[in-house]
């Protein structure tokens, strides 16, 4: 009888499970890599990180930021109201892990790129009371002591660009970005570069306060305040977005 | 298990068994499921076939069954307001946000008293009670949202940090207009640093001075060297606050006659010395970098941005 054959035969039995549980995986996610829609076009709006953002979206890993806050506004009127422009496919595509989240302690972070001062972002992360006294975020008061290790940033750029991200290393890869972002952006992209264009960023922008210094600081409020700024709603009709489901 | 627990009809020998048997003696019963329980299962098998074709489904090629189902929702340009068009979308979620922002059936006072506030002026606006509670209600949501985590809840700001917007005493301006286009743009405070240009005891002077503007100081020798200093070339204060020190809304320079410190907590300290402390250790140091106000105009419309500029104007009583 097969019932018993099965049953009884436990790495049978396995192999069968695993096959019919990844039927609805498969058809749920298989063809968002073929259909044409699913990530919507932008014209090019939206960048990788720079060297300084992405070592502030490691951090914002590290810190698991992601456990109270998700970066994603979902289609509501309330979360519209709220947040502002539910979030898009084509914001999150050069996120290797995404932070969508799915659990909201504090806010959604997907657009609070220049919501705040940086000044504010500083304070906040240091004594999150100080400036909201009802929140019961922890104190991350370590940040601004630490000085940021961007020895490694070569590393992990060439990590995400083995997954697509498009930060360059050849001059072909180079020319593509320039012809994709523009120069100014190429040249924020370019891995060969990375270290300069990391503190040159820090440096210009005094993220901290503190300019002498490179803090861990720095890079997580240069992450945050490009969230959710890159592409530009006003120049899209309000219907554009909608036919890409 | 207990003797009552077993099947009443295992000893008739009614149920069949599965035939499979186990350690010898155990068996499994094949009885039949519950009438109502097979009825449901056939119900929902039958239900997720209807909702194939009206929402969308199953994966096609290079695109999916949209489904049957559509959402109607209009498009104006944002420019003139005309419209554009209207148009059956399949369903999706996107569209039917569309749907409830463009048409807020479920909500039509708001939508009415929205298009009010964007038809009136500021003071039109402030002159009418009725759209004032508008605002009121409205305003502290929006508030909340996007000045509260600065600006404090209520409005009352951190000394230092975020100005109080309660006080009816204005970096920028208190009118209408002004706090809209405050919010608009953006505001970014500077002080030029003092410390490289003046002595310690020349700081130390003007400070002295700066006390006198709101009588927290008696005139003195020292407040005289300092006014000096402050109406003079070497400090040039009077370029940003005024020969009056009154400031002036247009560089966005604090008014030092009034007892309402902005930055330099100067109620806070008990004795002189600790004020001139605070004074002197500030115009030492300026501000550059650190009082910035974000621009809303990307983030907010222009009608919710009128609307916050009055709500903020009525928290200190109105200028």
Known sequence: MRHEQIETNSGLMLLLILVVISIGGLVEIVPLFYINETVEDVKGAVRPYTPLELRGRDIYIREGCYLCHSQQIRPFRDEWLRYGHYSLAAESQYDHPFQWGSKRTGPD????????????????????????????????????????????IVGRMRALRWTGVPYSVTQAEYDRNVKTFGKATADLLDINQAQDTLLKQARDREF??????????DALVAYLQVLGTMVDFTQYDEGYFARFR | MSDNMQHPQQKTGAVQTTGHSWDGDLQ????????????????????????????PSWPMGKGWLKGYGTVDYTITD??????????????????????DLGQAANDPKRKEMLAKVQAATPEQIVKDPQIMEFVRSVGKGLFGDNCAACHGQGGQ??????????????????????????????????????GAVLKPDQLDDVAEYVLTLSSEAKPSEASERGKAIFQGQIGGCYYCHGADGKGIASVGSANLTDKIWAIVNVPAQKTLQDKKAQIAGFVAKGVNNTR?????????SPTDIKLLAVYVHQLSGGK
């Open chain 2, 28 to 55: 499994e019963y094949t009885n039949p499921l519950p009438r109502w329980w097979l009825w449901c299962f056939y119900g929902t098998v039958i239900f997720s076939i209807l909702y194939w074709f009206v929402y």
């Open chain 1, 208 to 217: 901290d306060g503190n300019p002498a210094r490179i803090t861990e600081m």
């Open chain 2, 157 to 194: 700001g951190v000394v230092g940090l975020y100005p109080n917007l309660t006080d009816n005493d204005w970096l920028w301006g208190g009118s209408t207009d002004k706090i809209q286009e405050t919010l608009v743009l953006g505001r970014k405070g500077f002080m030029p640093a003092f």
């Open chain 2, 78 to 99: 944002k420019a003139s307001g005309k419209l554009l068009e209207k148009k059956d979308q399949p369903w999706n979620t996107r569209a039917l946000l569309l749907e």
């Open chain 2, 292 to 300: 910035i106000m974000p621009a809303w105009q990307n983030r907010l």
């Open chain 1, 109 to 152: 972070l997907a657009r609070v790129g220049g919501k705040y001062s940086n000044q504010w972002q500083v304070q906040h992360l240091n004594a999150p009371r100080s400036v909201v006294p009802q929140s019961i975020m922890p104190n991350y008061p370590w940040l601004l002591q630490t000085d940021l290790d961007y020895s490694d």
